[in-house]
T-cell receptor, first 114, second 114 residues
Framework: AQTVTQSQPEMSVQEAETVTLSCTYDTSESDYYLFWYKQPPSRQMILVIRQEAYKQQNATENRFSVNFQKAAKSFSLKISDSQLGDAAMYFCAYLGNRDDKIIFGKGTRLHILP | EPEVTQTPSHQVTQMGQEVILRCVPISNHLYFYWYRQILGQKVEFLVSFYNNEISEKSEIFDDQFSVERPDGSNFTLKIRSTKLEDSAMYFC????????????FGPGTRLTVT
């Protein structure tokens, strides 16, 4: 069965600094998507970035980028120039090509220090 | 931009009561999902629905739960006799097709069972 592991329950970063959130996953599938979702206090799920497993190039969305290491099954999120509005819970998630359901990690709560 | 909507945003109910959570998926989407997030925990898959029938359900989705697409636009989750442990955030999601199409999440309904 596929699993997603986030080993950092909480992290803090100074405003304007860079922070990296870690995620590892386990799967036997070769084709899948990986996601990072942001959940602010409103608890809405906001898609931050996604990575297709067959693409070697790491995805980037403005200040957000990933480091996708397929062989190591690692998928970290880097947030550059951290802003107060980035404070939220961040979930790493997986969607395989044989499945309908998205599998989520337990999340990392990110605090931004002014 | 089209979006998934959910009503109500917050529902308070007494233990043993029936509740219906409503979702309006994006209009041309064909696959529909319910996920649940107990406070402080990860998001978990409940059920997927396609072509007017359940395509997959998790072990959480027992006989107390049912889903329906009554009128071609709404997608509902019914909990027949609520328990305290049903208190959670419930997210609806929809997608145009299976992998690799993106699932779009609604803003969630917070269910509180007292």
């Amino acid at each position: 069965a596929q699993t997603v592991t986030q080993s950092q329950p909480e992290m803090s970063v100074q405003e304007a600094e860079t922070v990296t959130l870690s995620c590892t996953y386990d799967t036997s599938e070769s084709d899948y998507y990986l996601f990072w979702y942001k959940q602010p206090p409103s608890r809405q799920m906001i898609l931050v970035i996604r990575q297709e497993a067959y693409k070697q190039q790491n995805a980037t969305e403005n200040r957000f980028s990933v480091n996708f290491q397929k062989a190591a099954k690692s998928f970290s999120l880097k947030i550059s120039d951290s802003q107060l509005g980035d404070a939220a819970m961040y979930f790493c998630a997986y969607l395989g090509n044989r499945d309908d359901k998205i599998i989520f990690g337990k999340g990392t709560r990110l605090h931004i220090l002014p | 931009e089209p979006e998934v909507t959910q009503t109500p945003s917050h529902q308070v109910t007494q233990m043993g009561q029936e509740v219906i959570l409503r979702c309006v998926p994006i209009s041309n989407h064909l696959y529909f999902y319910w996920y649940r997030q107990i406070l402080g925990q990860k998001v978990e898959f409940l059920v997927s629905f396609y072509n007017n029938e359940i395509s997959e359900k998790s072990e959480i989705f027992d006989d107390q739960f049912s889903v329906e697409r009554p009128d071609g636009s709404n997608f509902t989750l019914k909990i027949r006799s609520t328990k305290l442990e049903d208190s959670a955030m419930y997210f609806c999601a929809s997608t145009l097709g299976r992998f690799p199409y993106e699932q779009y999440f609604g803003p969630g309904t917070r269910l509180t069972v007292t």
